[in-house]
């Protein structure tokens, strides 16, 4: 599976970098009108484009056909790009925390209680959309799965506005906000293992030959 990882980052490299470089010029640009840990929301989002791209890659290229005969289950082949997934966000975050860090050196308001907010509420949208996304992406056809995937963002921010409500049935929310993002965060963490099992099972199915 290792080298199927590295495979996957040697195709994404060059979008990588191009939104490593944008995440970076961003923050410090937001810095001037907004509150530069804020970018820790867009950041996670953005970075893993790359994980869509790598898996239409893969179908126009005809890899499947050549993955499936290596000494790789299809259950591995599925962890990998979750596995790729979740690097990619990772990235983003510490991409994004670049512009924060040089900031706070300079005195800038930038509080820790705002990167772990924002940073919750990144990770907690990355997660709900790619458990929506990457199964589509072997379900559909690339075009339909295209859209899927540019949905599956707007989708994920109506799925936390809901589960904030939710729990705000239970708990303020107003004075337990980290608290609560962070609930949303575990949630979010379970969808994305579930759809994991999800992705297995239709990747199983399918007719590769």
Not at 41 to 64: E, G, M, Q, R
Not at 161 to 178: A, M, Q
Request: charged letters at 10%.
């Amino acid at each position: 599976m290792k080298g199927v990882l590295v495979k996957d980052f040697y195709i994404a490299k060059s979008n990588i970098l191009v939104t490593i470089v944008s995440l970076v010029v961003l923050g410090l640009g937001l810095s001037f009108l907004l509150e530069t840990s804020a970018l820790l929301v867009l950041a996670p989002v953005a970075s893993t484009t790359a994980a869509f791209i790598s898996i239409t890659s893969d179908a126009a290229s005809k890899w499947n056909k050549n993955v499936v005969i290596m000494p790789i289950s299809r259950n591995q082949i599925i962890g990998e790009k979750f596995l790729f997934y979740i690097l990619l966000a990772l990235l983003g975050m510490i991409t994004a925390l670049i512009p924060c860090v040089t900031l706070a050196c300079f005195s800038a308001d930038v509080m820790f209680h705002s990167l772990c907010l924002y940073g919750s509420i990144g990770i907690s949208a990355t997660l709900l959309a790619g458990g929506i996304s990457l199964p589509c992406a072997y379900l559909f056809d690339p075009e339909k799965s295209q859209i899927v995937f540019m949905m599956s963002f707007l989708a994920s921010t109506g799925i936390i506005t809901g589960l904030v409500f939710f729990i705000n049935l239970f708990i303020s929310v107003k004075e337990n906000i980290l608290l609560a993002f962070n609930l949303v965060l575990i949630i979010s963490v379970v969808w994305f293992f579930i759809s994991y099992k999800i992705t297995v099972k239709i990747y199983q199915k399918q007719d590769i030959t």
